[in-house]
């Protein structure tokens, strides 16, 4: 279920709406794309991050913001928020993919409910998005979909985030298909795809680890990420990568026998000392 104030409006701004707008990437594109002129709809779960970036947006750059709670996990998570956003009578014409988690552990610690919701946010939801939201723009002649993507959409596992890699995959896919399907159609399609970069997601315990052995140069800004993403869909490009290295790594990913670059994953990430045996979630976890 979506929460916030639904009583029509009407604007003669463009309409943006962000995923994920409560920190980090999404909070920083909110405020690039209203700075650009367009009114934005933020969408997250915390509630009060999105009244505060929704006061300070309309403060700074004099356009309307609206503050849209919802969890894009559920199964009904997408259909909902755009049910909300049509009942304030807007119109999306750039849409920004962006929210995403990390379940952290192998497959198996994790009751599947998790593992659903987290496959739901990082794939499902954002195609139903374009897909609710698409003949829209069609008819208009013009839109923009903007899809955060991540380098570990190449690698050929991700152990110890075992959805993760397979999501961004699809979304990758996705861009690119539907770039091509609708090439004339007036709306752009464009996936980013950074590897490390300084937000939120570098908190986890796997991910700490692998931070750990990486230079602090590799570690990407937000803002920079952010800019280079907007700067390819203004350009058309669909697939965006994010620095020099991050296109030699995708080559050499692309390039390099997947079976030998397991065998540096397992040592890179300290998981060949792991007991081959897994810990299977209790009763209560699987059941719930």
């Given at each position: 279920m979506c929460t916030g104030h639904s009583s029509p409006t009407s604007t003669a701004l463009p309409v943006a709406l962000v995923t994920g707008a409560s920190s980090g990437l999404g909070w920083l594109f909110a405020e690039r794309l209203a700075a650009a002129g367009y009114?934005?709809?933020?969408?997250?779960?915390?509630?009060?991050?999105?009244?505060?970036?929704?006061?300070?947006?309309?403060k700074r750059f004099?356009?309307?913001a609206y503050p849209i709670a919802c969890d894009l996990g559920a199964v009904d998570g997408a259909s909902m928020l755009v049910k909300e956003i049509h009942a304030r009578g807007l119109h999306v014409s750039y849409l920004v993919n962006n929210a995403g988690v990390t379940v952290e552990g192998d497959f198996l610690e994790h009751s599947w409910d998790e593992q659903r919701a987290c496959t739901q946010l990082m794939a499902l939801t954002p195609a139903?998005?374009?897909?609710?939201?698409?003949p829209d723009m069609i008819e208009r002649g013009e839109g923009r979909v903007l899809n955060v993507g991540s380098v570990g959409a190449y690698w050929?596992?991700?152990?110890?985030?075992?959805?993760?890699?397979?999501?961004?995959?699809?979304?990758?896919k996705l861009t690119r298909?539907?770039?091509?399907?609708?090439?004339?159609?007036?709306?752009?399609?464009?996936?980013v795809c950074p590897f490390l970069t300084q937000t939120a997601f570098l908190d986890g315990p796997i991910t700490r680890q692998i931070v750990a052995q990486v230079p602090r140069g590799i570690i990407a800004d937000p803002a920079d990420v952010v800019d280079q993403a907007l700067s390819a869909v203004k350009a058309g490009r669909v697939v965006q990568h994010t620095s020099l290295l991050n296109r030699v790594l995708v080559l050499a990913l692309t390039l390099v026998?997947?079976?030998?670059?397991d065998?540096?994953?397992?040592?890179?990430?300290s998981l060949a000392d792991k007991p081959t045996k897994p810990n299977l979630p209790t009763r209560r976890e699987v059941s719930r």
């Open positions: 009114d934005v709809v933020l969408s997250a779960r915390r509630v009060d991050r999105l009244e505060e970036l929704a006061a300070q947006i309309t004099h356009v309307r139903e998005l374009i897909h609710l939201l698409l050929p596992s991700f152990p110890g985030m075992t959805l993760y890699g397979p999501s961004k995959s699809y979304l990758l298909t539907l770039a091509l399907e609708y090439r004339d159609s007036g709306v752009r399609f464009s996936v026998p997947p079976a030998l670059i065998r540096v994953i397992l040592r890179f990430m």
